[in-house]
């Protein structure tokens, strides 16, 4: 009887396998939080090295991010392209430097092509972040009106390039968010909306580099 040694690597492999399985069914959907080292361990059937080992080789694949003195949680239901990691890795600034290039030629093009629906999605995201009462939720409802006026557009492949940079937004949200509360210039959201509803493009794209711009001058300083 030949006998193959069960090596550690192999749990590892198998015990990520399983941990991406179940992220991608659902059990832990983006933004919810691992169980505990321990919790996991019990769950996987393996060693709390091999969990560990497991859930690093997700956060390296970017499908899960460690957020220090709070656990790890999960950033993706499906393993990143090179594309996707790349932009994980990318620096603040470099990110809102393209953000500025998208969002300037949505905003004008919103404002010629939106549709009834439209400024009616446009509005329910404004007022949504208007009413935000903390960070976690204003990050949310800044990315979903940003993402809103990018659909408003009607362009798919803009709106698939503003897709892409979703992941890389949200991890650096936090950071950046922090940032504009110091004199954030809520009013330009609020011109944008407006300059859109009205079917004013020069307008729509001088509040977008207003909002935008703001933020990347911040960046630059600091």
């Known amino acids: 009887m030949t006998v193959r040694a ?8 198998a015990a990520t396998t399983e941990l991406r399985r179940l992220i991608g069914e659902g059990e832990w959907p983006v933004g ?3 169980p505990n080292e321990i919790e ?26 460690s957020q220090q003195g709070s656990g790890t949680y999960v950033a993706s239901a499906t393993p990143l392209s090179d ?13 809102y430097e393209v953000r500025v290039a998208l969002e300037v030629e949505a905003g ?27 960070l976690p939720e204003l990050l949310d409802a800044d990315i979903a009106l940003h993402r809103a006026v990018v659909a408003a557009a009607h362009n798919p492949v803009l709106l698939d390039v503003f897709d892409s940079f979703l992941d890389a937004m949200r991890a650096v949200a936090t950071s950046v968010t922090t ?3 110091e004199g954030d210039p809520n009013h330009a959201h609020h011109d944008l909306v407006a300059a859109i509803e009205a ?15 703001h933020t990347l001058a911040r960046l630059r300083r600091s």
């Open 108 to 134: 004008g093009l919103a404002a010629t092509r939106r549709t009834a629906a439209d400024l009616k999605a446009l509005r329910t995201a404004l007022a949504a972040r208007d009413r935000a009462g903390s």
């Open 83 to 95: 594309l996707d990691r790349r932009l994980r890795r990318a620096e603040v600034i470099d990110v």
């Open 6 to 13: 069960v090596h550690r690597t192999s749990l590892v492999d």
């Open 40 to 65: 996991l361990s019990r769950l996987l059937g393996v060693g709390r090295s091999t969990a560990r080992e497991a859930v690093r080789a997700l956060i390296s694949a970017g499908q899960l991010y």
């Open 179 to 181: 940032l504009d509360t």
């Open 199 to 213: 079917g004013d493009p020069d307008a729509a794209v001088q509040a977008t580099r207003r909002n935008v711009e």
């Open 32 to 34: 919810a939080k691992l």
